[in-house]
């Protein structure tokens, strides 16, 4: 932790409060257990958390009947967008290697070398191996929803790719943009709801709302489509719809110009529109998931993207650099999220009221977001109603509502912030002590100190009132 960290954390004490929670007294739901695990699927968990921590910490604490078919579609998942994300490889190369996917997944010892230097997942395709030898071994159904999932989003993946229109201009319009947010976000959702309700731990109807399961993707990857707009720039991509982008300048460039900063906010408040017309639909989704790692896994990636939402709205720095929550923001988020579908909501609701709150009628989007987070408020309302007349007050002054629950939390929060002060507190002190010790052991003149605060000089003494005072304490064998 650098200083701008201990800075940050100074100010911000319950981010580093939950920071330490999370760390220190997290307990997993269920454990994943190395020793009993074949060198195979120890080094397919390996790969994984080296594409990505954050998913592999969730992924580890699921259930034992999904721990490894949610880890391999993963894996494959990856997979697949390295090969698509890969510059290097020629078209030629790139569309078949997509379309055949989902059967070389199936096929022993297949593995692929081909991938750039440079490419940040290229050592998952050397050593796709592991993830077959292992995808073998789990259940044909589980293998069925993977393959299928892996073929349709390998095929949309290479229509994209072959579309000459989309490699030189980006996304046209909000159709094109949801179709590919579809086969990169969506379909993942549609394999993990098969798979959820495969094991038992969703409910089957979740399988006859496919539009619940497809905003579920879609809410995250339009998040991060948004938030890495400077990033994808950079790299010669373009995300943002030209439907949404055209209406505020006349070159998508134009939106990185500092003279422009007023309508590129103007244009990402519309992104942000759309991406929280899907988040009712989020919430009902997760309404419908039986166990609890089950659910954690799905609700903290959905409350990690409202957050983020809400740091990127009307936030220029955005056209500036990529910008994320913060490490204790994100770990108060993941402690708030694994609680229950109620705590969830609150966290909906908290941050869609800082978004509307940041909303301003010089947007000309500002109605709408309103409708937006009024809607969000509304459809949490209607599964967590407030009965008690004075939670009504509170609502409609502003104020959030507190329940039995809530309030223990928060003297529990109280107590802990204590017990952490106290600790501090007390490794300070016991610092000090110790230089005390050390200072005077080293021969420090303690007495003429105290002798000369007695006489009320506070202030440092020039020099020579330092040494003639040193020649009145002197003792004389030294």
């Known amino acids: 932790?650098?200083?701008?960290?201990?800075?940050?954390?100074?100010?911000?004490?319950?981010?580093?409060?939950?920071?330490?929670?999370?760390?220190?007294?997290?307990?997993?739901?269920?454990?994943?257990?190395?020793?009993?695990?074949?060198?195979?699927?120890?080094?397919?968990?390996?790969?994984?958390?080296?594409?990505?921590?954050?998913?592999?910490?969730?992924?580890?604490?699921?259930?034992?009947?999904?721990?490894?078919?949610?880890?391999?579609?993963?894996?494959?998942?990856?997979?697949?967008?390295?090969?698509?994300?890969?510059?290097?490889?020629?078209?030629?190369?790139?569309?078949?290697?997509?379309?055949?996917?989902?059967?070389?997944?199936?096929?022993?010892?297949?593995?692929?070398?081909?991938?750039?230097?440079?490419?940040?997942?290229?050592?998952?395709?050397?050593?796709?191996?592991?993830?077959?030898?292992?995808?073998?071994?789990?259940?044909?159904?589980?293998?069925?929803?993977?393959?299928?999932?892996?073929?349709?989003?390998?095929?949309?993946?290479?229509?994209?790719?072959?579309?000459?229109?989309?490699?030189?201009?980006?996304?046209?319009?909000?159709?094109?943009?949801?179709?590919?947010?579809?086969?990169?976000?969506?379909?993942?959702?549609?394999?993990?709801?098969?798979?959820?309700?495969?094991?038992?731990?969703?409910?089957?109807?979740?399988?006859?709302?496919?539009?619940?399961?497809e905003s579920m993707g879609l809410f995250l990857q339009k998040t991060n489509i948004i938030r890495d707009v400077k990033e994808d720039h950079d790299d010669k991509r373009r995300f943002w719809p030209k439907e949404i982008w055209s209406k505020y300048v006349d070159n998508f460039e134009d939106l990185m110009k500092p003279e422009n900063v007023n309508v590129a906010m103007n244009c990402s408040s519309e992104m942000v529109l759309n991406a929280l017309n899907h988040v009712d639909e989020c919430l009902f989704y997760l309404a419908g998931i039986k166990e609890q790692s089950v659910f954690n896994f799905a609700a903290i990636p959905q409350s990690m993207a409202i957050a983020t939402l809400e740091v990127v709205f009307r936030n220029p720095n955005v056209f500036k650099k990529n910008v994320k929550i913060s490490k204790g923001q994100a770990c108060q988020l993941m402690v708030e999220s694994t609680q229950s579908l109620r705590v969830l909501c609150q966290v909906f609701r908290t941050y869609a009221r800082k978004i509307h709150q940041k909303n301003t009628p010089k947007d000309p989007n500002f109605l709408k977001i309103s409708i937006a987070c009024g809607k969000i408020e509304q459809f949490i309302e209607s599964i967590f109603p407030s009965q008690d007349p004075k939670a009504i007050i509170r609502n409609q002054t502003g104020q959030p509502e507190k329940s039995a629950e809530e309030r223990a939390a928060a003297e529990e929060a109280k107590w802990d912030t204590i017990y952490i002060m106290a600790a501090v507190m007390g490794t300070l002190f016991l610092i000090s002590c110790l230089m005390i010790g050390l200072a005077y052991y080293l021969g420090a003149r303690f007495d003429v100190a105290v002798d000369e605060l007695k006489k009320g000089k506070l202030a440092p003494p020039n020099p020579e009132a330092a040494q003639s005072a040193i020649r009145r304490h002197d003792h004389g064998d030294l």
């Open 1 to 213: 932790m650098g200083a701008a960290d201990v800075l940050y954390y100074a100010f911000h004490f319950q981010q580093l409060r939950s920071i330490i929670q999370w760390k220190v007294w997290h307990n997993p739901v269920h454990q994943r257990d190395e020793e009993k695990e074949p060198i195979s699927l120890q080094i397919c968990f390996k790969l994984m958390e080296k594409t990505s921590r954050s998913f592999s910490s969730v992924i580890q604490e699921l259930h034992p009947e999904l721990l490894v078919p949610i880890a391999l579609f993963y894996c494959v998942l990856r997979g697949l967008d390295t090969i698509e994300d890969d510059m290097t490889l020629p078209l030629d190369q790139k569309d078949p290697l997509l379309r055949n996917f989902h059967n070389v997944i199936d096929e022993k010892g297949w593995a692929f070398d081909g991938s750039g230097p440079d490419e940040k997942d290229r050592e998952l395709l050397v050593k796709f191996n592991y993830v077959v030898e292992e995808f073998l071994k789990i259940k044909p159904g589980y293998q069925a929803t993977i393959k299928d999932i892996a073929r349709k989003m390998g095929g949309g993946m290479a229509d994209f790719v072959n579309n000459a229109e989309h490699n030189t201009n980006g996304v046209d319009t909000v159709k094109d943009y949801d179709l590919y947010c579809h086969y990169v976000a969506g379909l993942v959702g549609e394999g993990l709801t098969r798979l959820f309700v495969d094991s038992g731990l969703a409910n089957p109807a979740l399988l006859e709302r496919p539009h619940l399961q």
